[in-house]
């Protein structure tokens, strides 16, 4: 006979996750940036309204700066199939890191 340790499977529930609070690495010189969480359901929820989450992955998240303007940079792969038979490919969303708005990429902020 030998003895065995139980097995833990240890699940993380992300239902209670606070997408409001700024990334530690990206929270420099006091700024109030609004983090990588919160900025990625910004866009998902986006991608949504304009019925693109459908056929699109997220694929990262980066932090740049545009024109003074800090913002994160959602890069997505959108697998959606034109008229051409070629899948619409590579886009990203820039999103405000301090107010969540969209913006384009001159940093300005997008108005609808």
Known sequence: ?????????????NSSLNV???????????????????????????????????TSEIKSVDFVTINGVPLYRIKYYDHYVTVYGTESGWNDLLIGAKDGKLYDDYGEMVTT
């Open 1 to 13: 006979m030998t003895s065995q340790t139980p097995v833990v499977n240890n699940t993380t529930n």
């Open 20 to 54: 409001s609070t700024p990334d530690a690495n990206l929270t420099t010189n006091n700024e109030n940036y609004i983090g990588e969480t919160a900025a990625k359901k910004i866009a998902i929820d986006y991608l949504t309204d304009i019925d693109a989450m459908k």
